[in-house]
Every structure is written in structure tokens, then in C-alpha cells.
């Protein structure tokens, strides 16, 4: 598969999703670079802004098995990765798989369970393999999580570890749509009640797992020159350099920064990385991986407004 042939399914699957989903775009293709990249989605946003329905529509349009927890206070973590039972007839035990053995998995309000709990993903989003009793299991090589959570400033939510946020490709934070946007919505979805299944909406799947393979290995071959990769160091490297973080990003998020380019790119048909596919991509790979200073806090500053100033300062190649 071609760059060109990339951005046609790219194109097919927004069309699908557009059927259900009325805005979000940005938010689409971010999902869309996280499949392209074998990479994890966290979205934040206030209840009522369809973030499972986005994942529903997303999973059924890509093709993609999928699988949903909802986390809850007291969910266990072999509640999530399953367990092995003992059966009394046999007189052996079998594996129980939990909801985690899919291909996208929505981890729906993930900060409202305890960070044990949180943790048992950990292994599934960066070896995609879980172990149950001290054998792995090897999940599917495409699997992803969509994760979505609450604002930490509502009643009943545990903070995600920094190791946890670190296995998010990405955090993208959505908020209440347009005038425009909620007029279509409750001009669409007023007249119903209970929860609206994409098949309904005519959502249908316009990728097959072959040709995610192969818009992987497309994304892989995509040229990343020295200059480019100078100015993903420097926009990592601002970030802990500025006094107004206290911890910046890891070599970890350089990494992904560039592989999440190279898959925008393909995106947007090209066979190479350009300073504005790094731009576009810097706040939601970093928002939620720097800590403010105590001082920047004090001061009731936010951590795009400072990686916005960095992005702005660093100086782009041409």
C-alpha cells in the first residue's frame, strides 16, 4: 500500500464515522494516527460529549473486534485481564479471558478505579501481552485502547499514574461542540431515547485487517529527514529545560512524536514528514506527559499554554 492509497481509506473511514458523529474531526484523525502508529488513545471531556460513542463508531469502522470495560471503584484487575479457574470435572484449571483479549478495547472512565487496578493495562498497551499466573499471553497485534475519563476536578476520580499516561500516544481533550454542531445533534438524536448503535446510524466497516497491516508498514517507510528529527529533539528537550515544568518529556515521547508524524503524513498522502505534521501533533503528545511547577500552578497556568509557547519559540526547518 501506497501513501495515496493510505489517505483514500483515511478518507473512507471519516466518511463512515461522519454518518453517526456530528464534528470532532480533529479528534477523528487523531484516532486515526494512533491506528496508523499501533499507538493508545486517551480522551478527556466532560459527560455527554459521545466519547464511547465515537469508539463504538471508531471500532466498527476500521473493523477492529472489540471490547469495553466500564471502570468502576471496585473493579479488580483480573476483572480486566481474566483468571485461571479451577474445573471440578476435569480437575485442571482453564483461563477465563477478560474483556482485555480484543483488538480495540474502550476503557471507559478509567479514572474512576483505583490506580491498582489502572495498572493492569499496563504490560497489555506496551508488550500487547498480558500474564496470568505468570505465563504471557500474546494479545492481537493490533490492538489498541481508547481509554476516556472524566475531569480530574469531578467528584469520585483517581489521577492516572505517569507511568500509565507515559502508554497514551495520545491525550486529547474535547469540549462542548459548536452552536452549529448541537443543533445538528439534537436535530439528529432528539427524537430517540436510550443509546443509539452505529449499525443504525448505517455505520459500516470500510477497512479490513490487511489493509491495516499494511498502512502500518506504509507508515514505517515514511522518510524522516536529520532536520526534522533536530526539531523533535528540540521541542522535547524545551520541555525540560523551561522553569515553568517540573518534569518534562521522556525520550519515549521523542519517539512517538516522530512515529506519530511520519503517520500523519501518510495521512495526508505524502512519503515524508514536514515541521507542520510535527506542530499539530506536539500538544497531544505532551499535554499529558509534563508536571507543572509549583510556581506555573500558583499561577494558574496549564500545560498547553506552555507547550504552545515552546512550540511557537522552537525554531522549524525549512
Known sequence: MNVAEVKALAEKVR?????????????????????????????????????????????RTVGLDFGRIQFTPDLMPADIIGS???????????????????????????NRTPPKTQAALLEAMQERRVTIDGKARQLSERF??????????????????????DRFL?????????REEERRIVAEYGMQSGHADPKDRGVSQAATARQLTAAHQAVAAIRLTDEIVGYVLDLIRATRETPELASGASPRAA???????????????????????VKVL????????VI???????????????LQGLVDLAAAPR
Open 15 to 59: 466518511a463512515e464515522i461522519g454518518k453517526a458523529i456530528v464534528g470532532q474531526q480533529d479528534t477523528i484523525d487523531l484516532l486515526l494516527v494512533a491506528l496508523f502508529a499501533r499507538g493508545h488513545v486517551l480522551l478527556e471531556g466532560p459527560p455527554g460529549v459521545a466519547k464511547t460513542y465515537l469508539a463504538q463508531c471508531f471500532a
Open 84 to 110: 485461571n479457574v479451577f474445573n471440578f470435572q476435569t480437575s485442571t484449571f482453564s483461563l477465563t479471558e477478560g474483556p482485555l483479549f480484543c483488538e480495540l478495547l474502550l476503557a471507559d472512565e478509567i
Open 144 to 165: 489498541m485502547v481508547v481509554a476516556t475519563q472524566n475531569p480530574l476536578e469531578q467528584q469520585g476520580t483517581y489521577p492516572l499514574p505517569e507511568a500509565q499516561l
Open 170 to 178: 495520545f491525550k486529547q481533550t474535547l469540549g462542548y461542540p459548536s
Open 255 to 277: 519517539a512517538q512524536l516522530a512515529l506519530a508524524a511520519r503517520s500523519r503524513a501518510a495521512l495526508d498522502g505524502r512519503d515524508y514528514v514536514i515541521p507542520d505534521d
Open 282 to 289: 506536539a500538544l497531544p503528545i505532551l499535554r499529558h506527559r
Open 292 to 306: 507543572l511547577s509549583p510556581a506555573a500552578e500558583i499561577d494558574g497556568r496549564r500545560p498547553d499554554q506552555i
